[in-house]
């Protein structure tokens, strides 16, 4: 999923927006949105595991 890639480079390896932009070859905004979603996504799984 394009989520997990933007979590994970952000989240997980620290990159900056940028960075992740330039790593996935999308620009900053769409790093931005799919963060959010993966974030969410994430926390949804998290919790339904609990």
Do not use: F, H, Q, W
């Not at 960075?19 to 949804?44: H, P, Q």
């Amino acid at each position: 999923r394009p989520y997990r890639e933007a979590v994970v480079l952000r989240d997980v390896e620290g990159l900056s927006y940028e960075e992740v932009a330039a790593a996935l070859e999308i620009n900053v905004g769409t790093v931005k949105s799919r963060l959010s979603r993966g974030r969410l996504e994430l926390r949804r799984r998290l919790e339904s595991s609990l």
